[in-house]
């Protein structure tokens, strides 16, 4: 696999291997889609966990530098997330992580040590819901979401986080 993709492989390892995560409740490359400007722009989750009623708890992202200075991309990627916000989002470069209550953008957790094992993640994702968000929320949520993957679309890093679109 080329570098870019070890890096969620490993975590996806973690998360099975570690922390007892079942492999289906994994899913990899999650599209999070959303009109800007008349178009369709995707963003891509690298990796989420479900409930076993297909319930979202929390989104992966990974990121090539300091993981602080993704929380805000990666909150508004949790609140776009499709069907249903994931109530919680880990940030990670897989040596530092931040985990965070969606609702709110609360810390919960820093280091590696903050990755919840599988068996409380369904009651730490219940402890801190998501509220529907109001039309002028999801659009802020979208434009922002929509301004920094741009930003990283130019930086040339490996992980470019987008999927092909369906302008």
Do not use: N
Not at 59 to 80: H, K, M, N, Q
């Amino acid at each position: 696999a080329p570098p870019s993709e070890d890096i969620p492989q490993a975590l996806a390892k973690l998360l099975v291997e570690e922390k007892k995560y079942p492999k289906p409740a994994l899913k990899a490359k999650i599209g999070v889609c959303f009109p800007i400007d008349g178009k369709l722009y995707p963003r891509m989750v690298d990796l989420a966990a479900y409930a076993d009623d297909g319930s979202p708890l929390m989104i992966v992202v990974f990121c090539s530098g300091e993981p602080g200075s993704y929380r805000r991309e990666s909150l508004a990627a949790a609140r776009l997330h499709p069907g249903a916000p994931a109530p919680l989002v880990l940030v990670t470069d897989t040596k530092d992580a931040y985990l965070l209550a969606t609702a709110d953008g609360a810390q919960l957790g820093c280091g590696l040590r903050a990755i919840p094992a599988w068996d409380g993640l369904a009651a730490l994702a219940a402890a801190h819901p998501v509220a529907a968000q109001s039309p002028d929320r999801i659009d802020r949520e979208r434009r922002i979401l929509y301004a920094y993957s741009e930003l990283l679309e130019g930086c040339g890093c490996p992980h470019a986080c987008r999927p092909k679109g369906k302008g």
